[in-house]
């Protein structure tokens, strides 16, 4: 049973989640973001199509300034995408063994705290209306 973010590093691919599950993580996920500095994110696709879609959604939803494609396989293929704020990069690459969902990766400007990977949640975890809002404090994120 997924009752917190802790729950979801002991699997491999993001869960189905019922309606209360998600506004659960939802709220817990807004706490360790308000902290964050910046952010990484991968996700596990079965496409860069689709992977670089659910990127577009997640900056949309917490407005960050939009990421760049640096590198795209060519081929078709289950992926993982690697976003990096901080750059502004995303690199996708084709990875077969790998579940599916999103990880965030919370990074701090400071060396003193320790970075700490969330997920893997769903790939609709962040559409607009699976949330009644986004986060009005992210807009400024990154800094």
Request: charged fraction near 20%; include cysteine.
């Amino acid at each position: 049973m997924i009752n917190s973010l802790n729950d979801l590093r002991k699997i491999n691919s993001a869960p189905v989640l019922n309606s209360r599950q998600e506004k659960k993580l939802y709220d817990e996920l807004l706490i360790h973001i308000d902290e964050t500095d910046w952010f990484t994110v991968g996700i596990m696709a079965p496409s860069a199509n689709l992977a670089i879609s659910v990127l577009k959604e997640i900056e949309s939803h917490f407005g960050w300034p939009p990421m760049k494609v640096a590198s795209k396989p060519n081929g078709n293929g289950p992926v993982f995408l690697k976003a990096n704020q901080h750059t502004g990069d995303i690199h996708v690459r084709i990875e077969y063994g790998l579940g599916e969902g999103v990880l965030i990766g919370c990074q701090f400007h400071s060396e003193e705290k320790s970075s700490a990977t969330i997920g893997p949640l769903p790939l609709n975890f962040f559409k607009v209306k699976n949330h009644e809002e986004a986060n009005p404090l992210m807009s400024n994120k990154p800094e």
